[in-house]
């Protein structure tokens, strides 16, 4: 948790969810999607999925996921002691849905977060928004829009720091392997 | 007793081993887990209603005791976590404690269970287990004797704090047989803990255990009094089966003295609830209009008592878990 150093202050961020928001805009408009509903995923995901929400004007409101009874590492690290109930207020079925998160990193967050939306129903399909795609991909996931790929190394580690003002920061990896850590959200 | 308590349902950094007693636990776990159980009160409602948590995970309902409603609210709690689930009702007199239970034990041991619950007749059986259970296996207890019901109680405050949002300030009445209730023991110590303003016990002399004082309430022999501005009411079952001799003069007079009414509730604040564990003895603890009205949340208890059971089954499977994984490096 020492150490931190601010890699991009609060207006680079603004200005990158403006750029997000411009290329979700064009996606959708090139697949013909009309309506799309919006998820983001716990914590800097919401945060991150609120702004784009407004930018957007969706018409239906923002839905919320916390993965954490969807996590692969449960079995390893047990519970998280802060879980927040998930919140979809509109059917997914048939829906075209942009997930939303902050950083893209071993792809097994957004992993959880498909299992966890299907068991609401079916989608007609999913599209991935992430504010930051770094390196360190563990499965074959990849986002449809992103606004930042650093170049980071393994040990590095990137976190959206938030609600307001939004920022990122840069400091050694965390692992969750005790309840004092801080929960290692780039999964 | 308390210590001994913490240090078997706590491991070094606070995470719930097993749940035996809401004794020896402080308010940050209790919160905790009330917290998880709101992130699965969601689950019930979805299309699918099951999360992948404890999936190849066994759990085993060991009942030595009959129990409808909490046997199948914490079958259904494991069954929504993927867990695989096994149904004993073992009769207790068939069995003679101790090695007996041992044996049960390392019986199911060696078909690699993961977790027990257990009802018992005899206080202490769940503790028993839990000391004698391998590592890795987590031990929930479903009621023992008068001991302790602390799911029931987590329940309970599950559902007050849905209502209510906060503990401080509530003013509670537990209502009925509170001697033979572990309920009311394990609710009294849960409310304490919480830190609501005060807790009332409400029964006549003989109804209520010799040491009532100094669990941490007010007594009341007087209905009216005792249920007089209080924001939450917690009416108990009258244990018929654990009753002998005359502790009661008859049902009827029970009722008229003890009994819910809609006139006695009126006496409550006006935004009051209505709780019961279930089953409810219509006409004898409280009158049907009562238990059937706007204040009552009995069947909510039921709804919440799955999300709280999810919550307490996938903490102490979890810390199992990692506590495997400790010994296997």
């Known amino acids: 948790m020492s150490d931190n150093t601010t890699f991009m202050q609060a207006d680079g961020v603004e200005s990158l969810i403006d750029v997000m928001a411009g290329k979700i805009w064009t996606l959708i408009n090139d697949k013909e999607i009309a309506d799309p509903l919006m998820v983001g995923i716990r914590t800097g995901g919401v945060w991150l999925a609120e702004r784009l929400h407004q930018e957007l004007g969706l018409r239906d409101p923002l839905g919320t996921l916390d993965i954490s009874f969807y996590r692969d590492d449960f079995t390893r690290i047990g519970m998280n002691p802060e879980v927040h109930p998930s919140d979809l207020p509109i059917p997914v079925d048939d829906r075209h849905i942009i997930l939303v998160d902050d950083v893209l990193h071993t792809g097994r967050t957004i992993r959880a977060a498909l299992n966890e939306i299907f068991d609401y129903g079916r989608p007609a399909s999913i599209t991935l928004a992430t504010l930051v795609d770094r390196s360190g991909r563990e499965l074959p996931i990849q986002p449809d829009v992103t606004g930042l790929h650093p170049s980071l190394d393994p040990d590095q580690h990137i976190t959206l720091i938030g609600p307001e003002p939004l920022g990122l920061i840069l400091g050694a990896k965390t692992n969750r392997t005790s309840r004092g850590d801080e929960q290692d959200r780039d999964a | ?329």
Request: aromatic share 4%; with cysteine.
């Open chain 2, 1 to 329: 007793m308390s210590l001994s308590n913490k240090a078997l349902q706590l491991d070094d950094e606070q995470r719930l081993l097993h749940f035996l007693t809401i004794d020896g636990l402080d308010r940050s776990i209790l919160t905790e887990i009330l917290d998880t159980a709101e992130g699965f009160t969601g689950v019930s409602e979805r299309t699918i209603k099951k999360v992948p948590l404890c999936r190849g995970k066994v759990v085993a309902n060991l009942f030595f005791e009959n129990s409808t409603r909490t046997r199948t609210t914490f079958e259904l709690a494991a069954k929504r976590l993927s867990a695989d689930v096994l149904n004993l009702n073992i009769s207790a007199s068939a069995t003679s404690k101790g090695e007996t239970l041992l044996d049960t034990l390392r019986n199911l041991e060696a078909m690699h269970v993961d977790m027990f619950i257990v009802r018992h007749a005899t206080s202490g059986a769940a503790h028993f287990i839990a000391q004698h259970a391998d590592p890795g296996v987590g031990v929930i207890n479903a009621g023992d004797g008068r001991h302790a019901h602390p799911t029931q109680a987590m329940l309970d405050m599950f559902t007050i704090r849905r209502h209510k949002g906060e503990f401080v300030g509530l003013r509670v009445a537990i209502v009925g047989d509170i001697l033979h209730s572990r309920v009311a023991r394990s609710q009294i110590l849960a409310l304490n803990t919480l830190g609501v303003s005060e807790v009332r016990v409400v029964a006549p002399q003989t109804l209520l255990p010799s040491d009532a004082r100094s669990l941490g309430v007010h007594v009341y022999h007087d209905f009216d009094e005792g249920i007089r501005d209080v924001d939450v009411i917690i009416m108990l079952r009258l244990q018929k089966e654990r009753m002998r001799g005359a502790m009661l003069p008859s049902e009827h007079e029970y009722f008229s003295l003890y009994g819910l009414t809609e006139r006695r509730l009126a006496l409550a604040k006006p935004d009051a609830i209505v709780m019961h564990p279930g089953p409810i003895n219509r006409g004898v603890e409280m009158d049907s209009k009562v238990a059937d009205g706007s204040k009552s949340v009995i069947l909510q208890q039921v709804s919440y008592g799955i999300a709280i059971r999810m919550a307490i089954i996938s903490m102490v499977i979890g810390t199992q878990n990692q506590r495997t994984q400790e010994v296997a490096v």
